[in-house]
């Protein structure tokens, strides 16, 4: 159950997308994977991906533009 | 400020519309900037207007140019950026855009993650220029008023722009992500 951490700040539409995408399948089925992004678009489309892949989901506006989404790799 | 907890404050600034509501503005708004204006929307042509009147804040002489014997364009070199059409438009989606962000409180000066990426930007953006103006037109221009208006270049363009953004995300992916 290891939690990682995936830094996409500064990062544009679609490289935090690809990135989490990447990382998600080198986790275990159980870790959690936290993204830092600042881009609006990919508070869209990173976890309307991760929904759909059946993974749960949250997310956290931790300052004025900045997020954190919690992936949990559940299968 | 309590006002900013209210859920209506939050659906209408903070969260993103869905993909139905623009669809739904931006047709309106389309329409309604064509009455008024009489053209069709466009953004990148402006672009090129700016470029001349800056050259001729520094004594360049661009009337004698291809682009500005059409008679729309010699007819903007001899406005400015507020009384020209395309460029108040243009003014307005930057002002808008500004606004939009600092109500929902996102606004946020992004610092560079590396010189990868200044290198991506610099040669999209040159790219992107050149190509809106060979094309006449951007994926405003040429595809959104060219597909609203039943133009055949607009649907075009549209299988063009898909197999741009295939390609250039292959080559993203490949060169400029480390």
């Known amino acids: 159950m290891a939690e990682y951490r995936l830094d996409c700040l500064g990062e544009a539409c679609p490289v935090p997308l690809i990135k989490t995408q990447k990382k998600m399948e080198q986790l275990k089925v159980g870790d959690t994977l936290i993204v830092e992004i600042d881009h609006s678009c990919a508070m869209k489309n990173v976890p309307e991906w991760a929904r759909k892949v059946g993974y749960n989901v949250e997310i956290e506006e931790v300052d004025d533009g900045e997020w954190e989404i919690y992936i949990e790799k559940t299968k | 400020m309590n006002f900013t907890n209210s859920p209506l404050y939050k659906k ?27 053209k069709a929307w466009g953004i990148t042509t402006t672009f090129a207007y700016w470029g001349a009147w800056i050259s001729k804040l520094f004594g360049a002489d661009v009337s004698g140019w291809d682009f500005f014997q059409i008679e729309a364009n010699a007819k903007a070199l001899s406005q400015s950026a507020f009384t020209n ?33 200044v290198i991506a930007a610099a040669l999209g953006g040159l790219l992107m220029g050149y190509g809106a103006r ?15 208006s039943m133009s055949l270049h607009g649907w075009i363009y549209a299988v063009f722009i898909f197999l741009g953004a295939w390609i ?7 060169y400029f992500m480390t």
């Open chain 2, 168 to 174: 250039g995300s292959k080559l993203l992916v490949r």
């Open chain 2, 85 to 117: 059409t395309g460029s108040v438009q243009n003014i307005g989606i930057i002002l808008g855009a500004l606004l939009a962000t600092l109500l929902a409180s996102q606004f946020k000066i992004k610092k560079l993650k590396s010189y990868k990426q």
């Open chain 2, 134 to 148: 060979i094309a006449f037109g951007c994926n405003i221009g040429a595809f959104f008023s060219g597909v609203a």
């Open chain 2, 12 to 38: 209408i600034f903070k969260d993103a519309w869905s993909y139905w509501t623009g669809a739904i503005l931006l047709a309106i708004l389309n329409t309604a900037m064509l009455a008024i204006s009489g």
